[in-house]
């Protein structure tokens, strides 16, 4: 029963960011057939974050009305939605309107911010949910998390998402200009393959995906062999839990029976060092947390992943494809050791925030001297991104299943501010890169056939 509600729990996560994180492995496919073209990621960026009025709301209603709002009703509705959504976009993502006097993709963009909302207020109520069980099962829940992440990356791959050949451009005249960019007689041209399904048919995966994680969270609430892993239906947050317990407490005191000399005997409360939670951590430890939790986020979630291309494509598309997979498969595997070596170390998580951030210089530094990089026309130039992505994804994935236990430990209110934190780095990430790559645009992209880098 155990290993079904750890199976459970993962699925469950999996349906917290497996819409948007396919998105954006979708975009080679869908950017060629939109009027919008390559500005849809930044597109996409803006609408991500003005998703964010769902953890808004969320975190407002915990601050100001604790208690008065039952994550599961929400989860219900934005899994339902989500399911909806990814279901119409497989046929409606290609629709156009006039807005404006410009033609603009309507149907792709609005429903990419539902599945923006659906994804961004997953992080304040599926974390705050699984405090209902045990904590070993929050590890699981990340492993999820990670595989949305890895799932559509490899069905991408299988679909062929991004394949690229270079051909002559006086050989292949019938090539469509729709598939190729066309240089000066005979120079190379990128003929971009045909995938082996359609965009259709991953929209409809992502649907399908959807439907799993509200079957998981179903089971997770109504199934008996489940419902024994539960502490409690009903909890109510730290503040009100201390409340009750000191009410109890002083009802115990005033019956008669009680003995003074077994009061007497028991050991010393030990004094809360702040208020937040349990008191476990100080002030200036609970800043700490929460702000390497938002510049891990900000990193993986935003700053890096807006300059992956910069930083791989200029060693190939088998270098870059290789480096999206594996990153995306670091995540769980993070997650997995994370279940067997749960530290909990303040200075093991600064320590391995120090690595990951160097780690993600050296990418941000590669991605800067693109189409020209370090080592360009060397395969351990082509290894060494591969691997600093790896290196990097694991350890700040690491360092966030460390927080997200950390915090669990602290409660059901903490979870909700970790959530919260989780997109405010985020967002802070999206924000700080986005002028940078699509208006100021100061990195650049090469021809995959014909950009001539020194030797």
Known sequence: MALLTHVL????????????????????LVVPEIPEGWYLPSYLTVIIQLANIGPLFITLMHRFKPGALDERPVIYTIVVM???????????????????????????????????????????TFLPFMMRLPPQYLTSYFVGEGLSGLIPALVALIQGVGMVQCKNATANANVSMENSTWGSGGELVAHYE??????QVFFLFLSVMMIVCLGAFLMLNHLPAVAKERKCERYLDDATHREKAGVGLSLQNSVPEQK????????????????????????????????????????????LPSV?????????NQAYHLATTMAAVANPVACFIAMFVPNRSLVLMAVLTVTGTGFGAYIMAMAALSPCPLLVHHDMG???????????????????????????????????????????????GAMSMFPLVSIHELFKSGDPCNTKCPK
């Not at 729990?9 to 080679?28: H, T």
Request: glycine share 8%; charged share 10%; proline share 3%.
């Open 9 to 28: 729990a993962c699925l469950f996560g999996i349906g917290s960011w497996v819409a948007i994180n396919g998105m954006w492995v979708e975009l080679p």
């Open 260 to 303: 003074p000399m077994l009061d007497s005997s028991e050991s010393p409360v030990k004094e809360p060092r702040s208020s937040f939670g349990k008191g476990t951590f100080s002030r200036a430890q609970l800043v700490f947390i929460f702000v390497v939790l938002a510049w891990v986020n900000a990193l993986t979630n935003a700053v």
């Open 382 to 428: 082509a290894a060494l991104v591969v691997i600093t992505w790896v290196v990097f994804v694991l350890t700040l994935s690491y360092v966030k299943v460390i927080i997200g236990v950390i915090l669990r430990d602290e409660g059901h209110s903490a979870l909700i501010w970790c959530g919260a934190v989780v997109q405010l780095g985020s967002m802070l």
């Open 82 to 124: 989500g399911v909806v959504a990814t279901f119409l976009l497989a046929f409606l993502w290609k629709h156009t309107l006039v807005v404006g006097g410009a033609v603009h993709s309507v149907a792709l963009l609005s429903l990419s911010f539902l599945l923006s909302v659906v994804d961004c207020t997953s992080s304040v």
């Open 194 to 199: 045909q995938a082996n399904f359609s965009a």
């Open 308 to 316: 992956q291309s910069y930083s791989c494509l200029p060693y190939g």
